[in-house]
């Protein structure tokens, strides 16, 4: 299911149990809030939960999220560095810079072809040297990446990443774990506190189980 | 070593199999590259550029490329452009025995013929030639000269050189041509492998210049080898026309003992110095070069060892990688000495069964019995 229907689904769960909650309010817009950040945190432990497989880094986690976006890139400073402003995009961020997992430079009469290495902050100051001229690379900084080494057609960069957007696709497993986070965790809805909920035979825990469900029922897709 | 891969292919390649997927690792391995290569090739592969450079009769020395790392052969080439070796200045420690062309790995089909080997082993020929722009500008073209063979057993020499070119009669510019010639046809085996036949080995040599088939003297100068009366006064030789054709392709090559026109290398490894005398315009030096990371292609035979030789210096200076470290240090060990062996498949065999023979073979001479009695 998306993102969206996903924090409609936890706004009606909280909006049944509100005045037993609190006698603050919150909108449509602060559940998704909610939502986001449970999501963000989610990716952060599976990641980590990834890291122990021993099976070497395994990205799998973040296959849902990925999309494309495209940056035009600014002018060379004296350095010869090239920077793709992405603040207008805000993104899932991983740890060690993994949430971005391709970026393709594209000009020079269509696409320069092979994805440019992402390196870490401070590395880049290795590879200003000429000897590494041919290692085309770039250093996520800020909200955007810096590029090196491209060559002047090159007009864009295609920043393969986690963005965020009310279309994120989200998995039944993954959207449950989120729906307590946000009810138990974040909102202190009754019945939906804490890790392990006193009573998940309870009405609003089946009540959230079937909605949820059903959303996944009729949208298979997202 | 007929197939290449270009190390940012290599590296790639190494980041999949390591489990690196976002390539975080690529810029530190592309920074150990130098000097796994210079360590590889430096000790175990051995592969060399192959330039004709000038002579200044002023001075009688030629000035080695800043990229030199070592310099190793000396030939020169006579007026019909045939390459005659010289002998090694014995008293010079830099000099490295090297031979690469004489390895039975150059056929990508392992074939183990000698010709096939030499063909496809043959080093490419770089020379720097001038000539001039329509305005009167100076020019000068890096040519390569080379030869192949096809399936069909067809061998090519591609030279290149400064063309003029002219539009309506008119000289407009100066660019760099490059002419392919068909020499010969020789005989192939189902996989255009070439057959170490003896009507192949005339064919060949007679294509490469090469036409005395007992051994082949010659001394003298520039213009004057073998049955010349001056002959004497060199003392080249080889033993054989294929032994020839091995230095035509860029084999390291065999002299009489004793031969003394040497040459020298300067203090500051810049410049190789001749006698006052030389005789010759140009020599053909092999020397190992320095190679920007962009040039640098890993031979396929290799490239096992290569990956593994990076992730050695990758880890060595890293405290925290020490364990690591010990791991990959020991197998790069093993596998550059198996390359080694690999690559020198024939010498090392030959040395083994002169070292350490597999049989006890009993003579009936007498003054052998005595020598192995202890009498003699």
Same mark, same amino acid.
């Given at each position: 299911?998306?993102?969206?229907?996903?924090?409609?689904?936890?706004?009606?769960?909280?909006? =049944?149990?509100?005045?037993?909650?609190?006698?603050?309010?919150?909108?449509?817009? %602060?559940?998704?809030?909610?939502?986001?950040?449970?999501?963000?945190?989610?990716?952060?432990?599976?990641?980590?939960?990834?890291?122990?497989?021993?099976?070497?880094?395994?990205?799998?986690?973040?296959?849902?999220?990925?999309?494309?976006?495209?940056?035009?890139?600014?002018?060379? %400073?004296?350095?010869?560095?090239?920077?793709?402003?992405?603040?207008?995009?805000?993104?899932?961020?991983?740890?060690?810079?993994?949430?971005?997992?391709?970026?393709?430079?594209?000009?020079?009469?269509?696409?320069?072809?092979?994805?440019?290495?992402?390196?870490?902050?401070?590395?880049?100051?290795?590879?200003?040297?000429?000897?590494?001229?041919?290692?085309?690379?770039?250093?996520?900084?800020?909200?955007?990446?810096?590029?090196?080494?491209?060559?002047?057609?090159?007009?864009?960069?295609?920043?393969?990443?986690?963005?965020?957007?009310?279309?994120?696709?989200?998995?039944?497993?993954?959207?449950? %774990?989120?729906?307590?986070?946000?009810?138990?965790?974040?909102?202190?809805?009754?019945?939906?506190?804490?890790?392990?909920?006193? %009573?998940?035979?309870?009405?609003?825990?089946?009540?959230?189980?079937? =909605?949820?469900?059903?959303?996944?029922?009729?949208?298979?897709?997202? | 070593?007929?197939?290449?891969?270009?190390?940012?292919?290599?590296?790639?390649?190494?980041?999949?199999?390591?489990?690196?997927?976002?390539?975080?690792?690529?810029?530190?391995?592309?920074?150990?590259?130098?000097?796994?290569?210079?360590?590889?090739?430096?000790?175990?592969?051995?592969? @060399?550029?192959?330039?004709?450079?000038?002579?200044?009769?002023?001075?009688?020395?030629?000035?080695?490329?800043?990229?030199?790392?070592?310099?190793?052969?000396?030939?020169?080439?006579?007026?019909?452009?045939?390459?005659?070796?010289?002998?090694?200045?014995?008293?010079?420690?830099?000099?490295?025995?090297?031979?690469? @062309?004489?390895?039975?790995?150059?056929?990508?089909?392992?074939?183990?013929?000698?010709?096939?080997?030499?063909?496809?082993?043959?080093?490419?020929?770089?020379?720097?030639?001038?000539?001039?722009?329509?305005?009167?500008?100076?020019?000068? &073209?890096?040519?390569?000269?080379?030869?192949?063979?096809?399936?069909?057993?067809?061998?090519?020499?591609?030279?290149?050189?400064?063309?003029?070119?002219?539009?309506?009669?008119?000289?407009?510019?100066?660019?760099?041509?490059?002419?392919?010639?068909?020499?010969?046809?020789?005989?192939?085996?189902?996989?255009?492998?070439?057959?170490?036949?003896?009507?192949?080995?005339?064919?060949?040599?007679?294509?490469?210049?090469?036409?005395?088939?007992?051994?082949?003297?010659?001394?003298?100068?520039?213009?004057?080898?073998?049955?010349?009366?001056?002959?004497?006064?060199?003392?080249?030789?080889?033993?054989?026309?294929?032994?020839?054709?091995?230095?035509?392709?860029?084999?390291?090559?065999?002299?009489?003992?004793?031969?003394?026109?040497?040459?020298?290398?300067?203090? $500051?490894?810049?410049?190789?110095? &001749?006698?006052?005398?030389?005789?010759?315009?140009?020599?053909?030096?092999?020397?190992?070069?320095?190679?920007?990371?962009?040039?640098?292609?890993?031979?396929?035979?290799?490239?096992?060892? &290569?990956?593994?030789?990076?992730?050695?210096?990758?880890?060595?200076?890293?405290?925290?990688?020490?364990?690591?470290?010990?791991?990959?240090?020991?197998?790069?060990?093993?596998?550059?000495?198996?390359?080694?062996?690999?690559?020198?498949?024939?010498?090392?065999?030959?040395?083994?069964?002169?070292?350490?023979?597999?049989?006890?073979?009993?003579?009936?001479?007498?003054?052998?019995?005595?020598?192995?009695? $202890?009498?003699?």
């Amino acid at each position: 299911m998306i993102l969206l229907i996903l924090a409609d689904v936890i706004y009606e769960t909280y909006e =049944r149990g509100r005045p037993l909650a609190t006698a603050k309010t919150y909108g449509r817009e %602060d559940i998704a809030m909610f939502v986001r950040m449970a999501l963000s945190n989610k990716m952060v432990l599976n990641y980590y939960g990834t890291k122990k497989l021993n099976e070497g880094d395994e990205y799998y986690i973040t296959c849902a999220l990925l999309s494309v976006q495209r940056f035009e890139l600014e002018a060379p %400073d004296s350095r010869g560095m090239r920077r793709a402003d992405m603040s207008k995009f805000d993104l899932y961020r991983l740890p060690k810079n993994a949430h971005i997992t391709n970026a393709y430079p594209v000009g020079c009469g269509g696409s320069e072809g092979a994805s440019i290495s992402m390196v870490q902050p401070g590395e880049e100051f290795f590879y200003q040297k000429p000897k590494f001229n041919s290692f085309k690379f770039g250093v996520p900084k800020g909200r955007g990446v810096n590029t090196y080494h491209l060559p002047p057609c090159v007009k864009f960069l295609d920043v393969e990443s986690t963005f965020d957007s009310d279309q994120v696709d989200v998995s039944l497993d993954v959207a449950y %774990d989120i729906s307590r986070e946000v009810l138990g965790v974040m909102l202190n809805v009754p019945f939906f506190i804490g890790k392990n909920p006193e %009573d998940t035979y309870s009405q609003p825990h089946a009540q959230l189980r079937q =909605r949820l469900t059903q959303q996944q029922d009729q949208n298979p897709n997202g | 070593m007929a197939r290449f891969d270009p190390l940012f292919d290599v590296i790639d390649s190494l980041c999949l199999r390591s489990g690196d997927i976002l390539r975080r690792n690529k810029g530190l391995y592309l920074d150990c590259s130098t000097d796994v290569w210079v360590d590889l090739n430096l000790t175990t592969i051995k592969m @060399a550029n192959r330039q004709l450079f000038q002579i200044n009769k002023r001075t009688n020395t030629i000035d080695l490329p800043s990229n030199n790392l070592g310099v190793f052969s000396v030939s020169v080439m006579d007026h019909r452009g045939v390459f005659w070796p010289m002998w090694l200045n014995d008293s010079l420690h830099r000099d490295l025995v090297e031979v690469s @062309a004489m390895k039975d790995c150059a056929c990508e089909n392992k074939c183990g013929y000698s010709l096939c080997n030499l063909i496809k082993g043959y080093e490419a020929v770089v020379s720097t030639k001038s000539d001039i722009l329509p305005d009167g500008t100076p020019v000068s &073209f890096k040519c390569v000269d080379r030869k192949s063979i096809n399936r069909e057993g067809f061998l090519f020499s591609e030279t290149q050189y400064p063309q003029r070119v002219y539009t309506d009669g008119v000289w407009t510019n100066t660019v760099l041509h490059t002419e392919s010639t068909k020499i010969c046809q020789v005989e192939v085996d189902e996989r255009g492998c070439v057959c170490d036949t003896h009507e192949n080995e005339n064919l060949l040599c007679h294509a490469f210049g090469i036409k005395n088939t007992d051994g082949i003297p010659f001394g003298g100068d520039g213009n004057s080898f073998h049955h010349d009366p001056k002959v004497d006064t060199w003392r080249y030789y080889a033993n054989s026309q294929l032994e020839s054709f091995g230095v035509q392709c860029g084999s390291f090559h065999n002299c009489r003992d004793g031969f003394r026109n040497i040459y020298n290398i300067e203090e $500051g490894q810049k410049k190789l110095i &001749f006698p006052p005398h030389f005789p010759f315009d140009k020599v053909m030096v092999r020397w190992y070069s320095d190679v920007e990371l962009n040039n640098m292609q890993i031979p396929i035979i290799a490239k096992q060892t &290569f990956m593994t030789g990076l992730q050695y210096f990758a880890s060595e200076n890293n405290d925290k990688k020490q364990g690591q470290a010990n791991v990959y240090g020991q197998r790069y060990s093993r596998q550059k000495w198996g390359l080694l062996l690999e690559l020198n498949k024939y010498t090392v065999d030959e040395m083994r069964m002169i070292l350490t023979p597999p049989v006890y073979i009993p003579s009936y001479i007498d003054h052998h019995k005595h020598r192995e009695r $202890g009498l003699f």
